[in-house]
């Protein structure tokens, strides 16, 4: 087995997922990404794959070809996620499950197929991604913050059903956050009224992500696990 170590992020084309890629090779890791379309960067040791998060096969089939090549797995980053603004009797079935398939049957899957390397090493990070829109329960934001607070749950339950076999699992909550896409789909009326619930009043670079990020999938934490951090 390789001494490089491996890790898995989705979402991987654009905003914050392409800056975690980029980031994480620049550490040394081998990064697998996926994402629905294909990717317009190159990296050295970046593999990427084309698939659905919540296509079943298709995630097995991702696994099983990261088992042929590394036969590890060290971190997993479920940062793949469809936002929806919109009001309840305006949200239509297809997008309800449109959202639910990625945000929680996607990250479910991932974890569940992570976990059969991590459980096997006796070691593994595992950080989902969740939104200030769950404890502030926005207007218009029922669905994505319900299929947010669900990860979060399912994150706190399984970080018990883990914690034996050396494996973390821990939510990251952002706020809004700069050239993501989350601040220019937004009035400035609308971002300050968000602003005005974080400590800081500031909106998040992509670095004050990794900054948090660093020290979950990193061996001083290990005894931080089942915690929703809010940046």
């Known amino acids: 087995m390789s001494n490089q170590k491996v890790m898995v992020i989705t979402g991987t084309s654009r ?3 392409k800056y975690l890629a980029e980031y ?16 317009d960067h190159e990296l050295k040791n970046y593999q990427h794959f084309c698939l659905d998060v919540s296509d079943e096969p298709e995630v097995k089939e991702m696994f099983s070809e990261i088992r042929r090549t590394h036969n590890r797995l060290d971190v ?16 239509s079935y297809k997008a309800v ?12 899957l991932l974890c569940r197929e992570a976990l059969t390397f991590m459980m096997k090493n006796k070691y593994g990070r595992i950080v989902n991604l969740s939104t200030i829109r769950v404890p502030l329960a926005s207007v218009g934001c029922s669905m994505y913050s319900a299929s ?22 821990n939510v990251l909550r952002l706020s809004m ?19 005005k619930h ?10 004050d992500i990794t900054h948090t990020m660093d020290f979950l999938i990193s061996e001083k934490s290990k005894m931080v696990t089942g915690e929703i951090l809010m940046i």
């Open 15 to 17: 905003s914050i997922g």
């Open 24 to 39: 994480y090779v620049g550490k040394g890791f081998q990064v697998i990404g996926c994402s629905r379309g294909s990717v």
């Open 76 to 91: 997993l980053i479920n940062n793949a996620g469809i936002a929806l603004a919109n009001y309840t009797l305006l949200t």
């Open 97 to 108: 499950e449109s959202i639910l398939n990625t945000n929680v049957m996607g990250t479910f």
């Open 148 to 169: 947010k607070a669900a990860i979060e749950q399912f994150s706190r339950v399984l970080a018990k059903e883990v914690a034996s076999y050396g494996i973390t699992v």
């Open 177 to 195: 956050v700069k050239h993501s896409g989350m601040v220019e789909a937004l009035s400035n009326d609308d971002v300050l009224d968000l602003l």
């Open 198 to 207: 974080t400590t800081t009043k500031s909106e998040l670079d992509f670095e």
